[in-house]
């Protein structure tokens, strides 16, 4: 009796449905647009703890990477870093890019990140356009941890190193090319900015100085550009010693101490001269 009423009756569910659609299009278009006009649609961060601690979804505002998230800076920021990582590789370091640990360990590298960076945008089809790498800390409060830290690299290790493993790089600056290689090889349009580790209580600040030296000098050496966090940002070993104003353990940064790195990393990427504007990887 009532069936010519049903096609209305859906009717009234299609019209709010379609109102829905264009609505969520129009939400999905604007978030696009915004990734889409950010200065680096894609960071991908490869570090330790200073940058672990942020989060992977950059959401702890202890961490650096929550202030450059909030910026807008980036479209898309990929978090690779892990707590108690290292640049150094040692004798015992395997290429294990699905090996997690937040604990210093062999295999708890940056080579490793970088690793699992290049499987994770070959499986996706993305490249970062700015590689920021945020390590030392572990390096110089762990020194005797790695054998052959400030040893001058080996014959042949100061040329390309990308079909090395990393157990045949074991300073710190074999180690440094060795990630600097392997990425340029394989993001040879991306741009690798590096940062070297803040000055904290648990060591002095001349070997958080001896750590940055050979990350700024190695960097240089392969074309890329270093923000000595460790002496441009005022947060210093003397200071977190005598009271945790920047900190919240004397290493770790509070929410005061990460705004102000925060602020630091981003007045410089926003400073960087070639930004690589496309949106093909989004």
């Not at 859906?10 to 299009?25: H, Q």
């Not at 290790?157 to 290689?181: F, H, M, W, Y």
Request: with cysteine; charged share 20%; aromatic share 10%.
């Amino acid at each position: 009796m009532f069936d010519h009423c049903k096609p209305y009756k859906y009717n009234i569910y299609r019209i709010p449905c379609a109102v829905l659609s264009v609505l969520l299009g129009i939400i999905y278009m604007s978030a696009y647009a915004e990734r889409a006009s950010a200065v680096f649609p894609r960071i991908a961060l490869l570090g330790d703890s200073m940058t672990w601690i942020g989060g992977d979804s950059c959401q702890n505002d202890t961490g650096w990477s929550h202030y450059l998230k909030n910026s807008g800076v980036a479209g898309y920021i990929d978090v690779y870093a892990r707590s108690g990582a290292t640049w150094t590789n040692t004798r015992s370091t395997c290429r294990n890019p699905i090996h997690y640990s937040e604990i210093l360990h062999d295999d708890n590298v940056i080579f490793n990140q970088a690793i699992r960076l290049i499987e994770n945008s070959d499986a996706t089809r993305t490249v970062p356009d700015l590689i920021i790498l945020f390590a030392g800390a572990n390096d110089a409060w762990f020194a005797d941890k790695r054998p052959g830290i400030f040893d001058s690299p080996a014959t042949g290790q100061t040329e390309n190193l990308t079909n090395r493993k990393p157990d045949q790089a074991t300073s710190l600056e074999g180690s440094i090319r060795l990630v600097c290689d392997i990425l340029h090889d394989r993001f040879p349009d991306s741009t690798l900015l590096f940062v070297t580790p803040l000055q904290m209580s648990k060591t002095d600040a001349e070997t958080i100085f001896k750590v940055s030296d050979i990350i700024e000098k190695t960097a240089s050496e392969t074309g890329w550009i270093t923000l000595r966090a460790d002496k441009e940002t005022g947060i210093t070993h003397l200071q977190e010693m005598k009271l945790l104003k920047y900190t919240y353990d004397g290493v770790h940064t509070n929410p005061a101490g990460a705004k102000i790195l925060g602020e630091f990393i981003l007045g410089k990427i926003l400073s960087l001269n070639t930004p690589h504007q496309t949106t093909d990887n989004l």
